[in-house]
């Protein structure tokens, strides 16, 4: 059953973003994660020009990225389980050190000059394996830092941060792999590694400090509580599938994110491009641009959701943002690629606002004892099917060409947000 949710009342929103930086775990976490991502974006260039620049094919990338993807959505699922067994700051920590391993070991590869394809493929299964697992217990680990009103702003300053280090992180990462080496990337990926296992390492074993001061006691086992977890809630420790089979909302959640990723992944990765090349007449470096107004987008909605203020109701918001983001997908392929930045702008805007209020509204809904559980399900809904979805995508962008598959797209979110509006339990959120 959910738990009960508490009165709102509104706050001011900027001020509310900045009193975080004073809670000293957050401020690790915050910094720790945005310097992993920007290692993130190094790997994500560094490793396809390593493969293509040292006697690799296309086919030999699409293996090892296959490698590193597979078990990356598969994992979200297990991390989930793990980061309610090991408590999320413990399990992130133990997997930024195995990361760190591991990347060390491609670089030293990469500096030697030509990796094989199966070292290659034995170091990308485990790191996209913890990959995978690190995304729900970093999704549960801001509820364990911040308190209830804190939540939503914390969202919004992480997903930000997010948004930036990658935005930053692949320009920067073009710069030092065509400057320098691909290996010296790689190697940069592993000191990221090295701060964000610190930043944790250094998280000390109260729940959290308050913004004014106060704490929150916790005994060193107990560290990682959930501080919105209610006595009640606790004592009646729910199993996982009593919840999933009994929370509407997470039903919910599940069918909208499942139905969205099927039609959203592949719009992005293979229509996409395919209308730039062809209908638009576009070149690569119009892709980017397109790609580029998504991620400014995503980054601008990131902060503007974390300042909204503290409203009773926000399912109507969630919702009302999913609207845009269907129109956006299918008003993408008429104004050209002008038209389509334009487009993706304002529905990286919507989506990331969408993500923040979904998400916290979630995680002060679900019992302390199943977040990471029900975190790694949520998450591999959303991501998990993305080789389903490239896989259609491709299909019918062959047979019936890509433009038609933005409206196409466009009404099937917009019958989701549809349904969502008749749900409740979603509404009043």
């Given at each position: 059953?959910?738990s009960?949710?508490?009165?709102?009342?509104a706050k001011p929103?900027a001020?509310?973003?900045?009193?975080l930086?004073k809670?000293?775990n957050?401020?690790l976490l915050?910094?720790g994660?945005?310097?992993?991502?920007?290692g993130?974006a190094?790997?994500?260039?560094?490793?396809?020009?390593?493969i293509?620049t040292?006697?690799?094919s296309?086919?030999?990338l699409?293996?090892?990225?296959?490698?590193?993807g597979i078990?990356?959505?598969v994992?979200?699922?297990a991390g989930?389980?793990?980061s309610?067994?090991?408590?999320?700051?413990?399990?992130?920590?133990?997997?930024?050190?195995?990361?760190l391993?591991l990347m060390?070991?491609?670089?030293?590869l990469?500096?030697?000059g030509?990796?094989?394809l199966?070292?290659?493929?034995?170091?990308?299964?485990?790191?996209?394996?913890?990959?995978?697992?690190?995304?729900?217990?970093s999704?549960?680990?801001?509820?364990?830092?911040?308190?209830?009103?804190?939540?939503?702003?914390?969202?919004?300053l992480m997903?930000?941060?997010?948004?930036?280090a990658?935005?930053?992180g692949?320009?920067?990462?073009g710069?030092?792999v065509?400057?320098?080496?691909?290996?010296v990337?790689?190697?940069?990926?592993?000191?990221t590694f090295?701060f964000?296992a610190?930043?944790l390492?250094?998280?000390?074993?109260?729940k959290?400090?308050?913004?004014?001061?106060?704490q929150?006691?916790?005994?060193?086992?107990?560290?990682?509580?959930?501080?919105q977890?209610?006595?009640?809630e606790?004592?009646?420790?729910i199993s996982?599938?009593?919840y999933?089979?009994?929370?509407?909302?997470?039903?919910?959640?599940?069918?909208?994110?499942?139905?969205?990723?099927?039609?959203?992944?592949?719009l992005?990765?293979?229509?996409?491009?395919?209308?730039?090349?062809?209908?638009m007449?576009g070149?690569?470096?119009?892709?980017?641009?397109?790609?580029?107004?998504?991620g400014?987008?995503?980054?601008?909605?990131?902060?503007?959701?974390?300042m909204?203020?503290?409203?009773?109701?926000?399912?109507l918001?969630?919702l009302?943002g999913g609207?845009?983001?269907a129109?956006?997908?299918?008003l993408?392929?008429?104004?050209?690629?002008?038209?389509?930045v334009?487009?993706m702008?304002?529905?990286?805007?919507a989506?990331s606002?969408?993500?923040?209020?979904?998400f916290?509204a979630?995680?002060m809904?679900?019992p302390?004892?199943?977040m990471?559980?029900?975190?790694?399900?949520?998450?591999?809904?959303?991501?998990?099917?993305?080789p389903?979805?490239?896989?259609?995508?491709g299909?019918?962008?062959?047979?019936f060409g890509p433009?038609?598959?933005?409206?196409f797209?466009?009404?099937v979110?917009?019958?989701?947000m549809?349904?969502?509006m008749?749900?409740?339990?979603?509404?009043?959120?």
């Amino acid at each position: 059953m959910e738990s009960a949710a508490q009165p709102d009342t509104a706050k001011p929103a900027a001020g509310g973003m900045m009193r975080l930086f004073k809670v000293p775990n957050f401020m690790l976490l915050f910094g720790g994660q945005t310097i992993s991502t920007f290692g993130d974006a190094l790997y994500m260039v560094a490793l396809p020009w390593l493969i293509l620049t040292t006697g690799g094919s296309a086919q030999e990338l699409g293996i090892v990225l296959s490698a590193y993807g597979i078990p990356r959505a598969v994992c979200m699922l297990a991390g989930g389980w793990l980061s309610d067994r090991l408590r999320p700051r413990r399990f992130m920590l133990i997997a930024d050190t195995v990361r760190l391993l591991l990347m060390g070991v491609l670089a030293v590869l990469a500096f030697g000059g030509h990796p094989l394809l199966w070292q290659l493929c034995a170091i990308a299964v485990p790191l996209g394996a913890l990959g995978g697992a690190f995304t729900p217990a970093s999704m549960s680990m801001v509820p364990d830092i911040l308190d209830r009103d804190d939540l939503q702003a914390g969202n919004g300053l992480m997903m930000a941060s997010m948004q930036g280090a990658n935005l930053i992180g692949s320009s920067i990462a073009g710069v030092i792999v065509s400057g320098l080496t691909s290996a010296v990337a790689l190697a940069i990926d592993a000191v990221t590694f090295l701060f964000s296992a610190g930043s944790l390492a250094l998280m000390r074993g109260t729940k959290h400090a308050t913004p004014d001061g106060s704490q929150i006691e916790a005994s060193p086992e107990a560290s990682q509580d959930h501080p919105q977890a209610s006595a009640q809630e606790v004592g009646m420790q729910i199993s996982f599938w009593g919840y999933l089979g009994t929370s509407r909302l997470i039903q919910i959640a599940l069918f909208m994110f499942i139905v969205s990723s099927l039609v959203t992944g592949g719009l992005i990765e293979v229509a996409l491009p395919a209308l730039v090349q062809g209908p638009m007449q576009g070149n690569a470096s119009g892709f980017g641009f397109i790609l580029g107004g998504w991620g400014a987008g995503a980054l601008i909605g990131s902060i503007l959701a974390g300042m909204v203020g503290k409203y009773k109701r926000k399912g109507l918001i969630i919702l009302l943002g999913g609207m845009i983001i269907a129109a956006m997908f299918a008003l993408l392929p008429v104004g050209g690629v002008l038209g389509a930045v334009a487009c993706m702008l304002i529905g990286g805007i919507a989506s990331s606002g969408f993500a923040v209020l979904f998400f916290t509204a979630v995680q002060m809904n679900i019992p302390s004892h199943l977040m990471g559980r029900i975190m790694g399900l949520l998450m591999f809904s959303s991501q998990g099917l993305y080789p389903v979805s490239t896989v259609l995508a491709g299909v019918l962008a062959n047979h019936f060409g890509p433009a038609i598959l933005f409206p196409f797209a466009g009404l099937v979110l917009a019958v989701v947000m549809l349904f969502g509006m008749t749900q409740k339990v979603l509404r009043e959120l």
